[in-house]
């Protein structure tokens, strides 16, 4: 696990996003959730030809691009903000008891290097539960993936009692669309710290990391 350091402080006074982070930071419910279908066909080709598992794979790609994103490197913390200058998975995976829990990895850059730490700390995972993420830990993107439905649409569970201001991304079953493979995908975010613009331009960001792939 890494350790909770914030390199910066951020000065809400001066910040461009203070009238909207006191607007919304006290909000019950302060989350927005977008859903868009993104094209995979080149990242299922490239994961298949490299022997690496599809989820790792998508895994890699959303954090690469979610670390590249400012905004969904800043958590609420007390009554500040703080950015982080990188931010790793907490994801789900299912128990031999057909439960789930969760799982952290560390975000690095490379991407074989990562595969592989996804692909041992989920075997490492498989014999127990923990539904407890580090206290104090809020460098996080909470992820999961549907793999039983192609959904239109996610809502996720919080706890109003505690700060959570941890983006969310989700997605679902992908399938075939005139040739073509899609998978759903969602982004939940913070409103004080992130609006949709921001959201949209993780999803076109990740589409264009796909689309690289070689």
Same mark, same amino acid.
């Given at each position: 696990m890494s350790e909770v350091i914030a390199l910066i402080q951020v000065d809400i006074v001066n910040w461009p996003r203070k009238n909207h982070y006191l607007l919304f930071k006290d909000f019950q419910n302060p989350f927005f959730n977008i859903c868009a279908n993104v094209e995979v066909t080149n990242l299922v080709e490239y994961a298949n030809r490299n022997g690496f598992p599809f989820f790792a794979t998508f895994l890699f790609l959303v954090m690469k691009t979610i670390n590249k994103t400012l905004e969904? %490197?800043? %958590?609420? %913390?007390?009554n500040g903000v703080v &950015?982080?200058?990188v931010v790793h998975p907490s994801y789900t995976v299912m128990t031999d008891e057909k439960l789930f829990r969760f799982v952290t990895t560390l975000y690095v850059s490379d991407m074989r290097e990562f595969i592989t730490n *996804?692909?041992?700390d989920i075997f490492k995972s498989k014999k127990t539960i923990s539904l407890e993420d580090a206290e104090g830990v809020d460098d996080l993107v909470y992820i999961s993936s549907l793999k039983w439905v192609s959904f239109t649409s996610v809502s996720h569970p919080y706890d109003n009692k505690k700060i959570d201001s941890f983006p969310r991304v989700t997605w679902g079953k992908y399938y075939t669309d005139n040739n073509k493979i899609i998978?759903? *995908?969602? *982004? #939940?975010a913070h409103h #004080? &710290?992130?609006?949709?613009?921001? #959201? #949209?331009?993780? &999803?076109?960001? &990740?589409q264009k990391e796909i689309n690289q792939l070689v």
């Open positions: 969904f %490197r800043y %958590r609420i %913390r007390e &950015l982080h200058d *996804v692909t041992n998978i759903p *995908v969602s *982004v #939940a #004080a &710290l992130c609006d949709g613009e921001h #959201a #949209a331009i993780f &999803l076109n960001d &990740l």
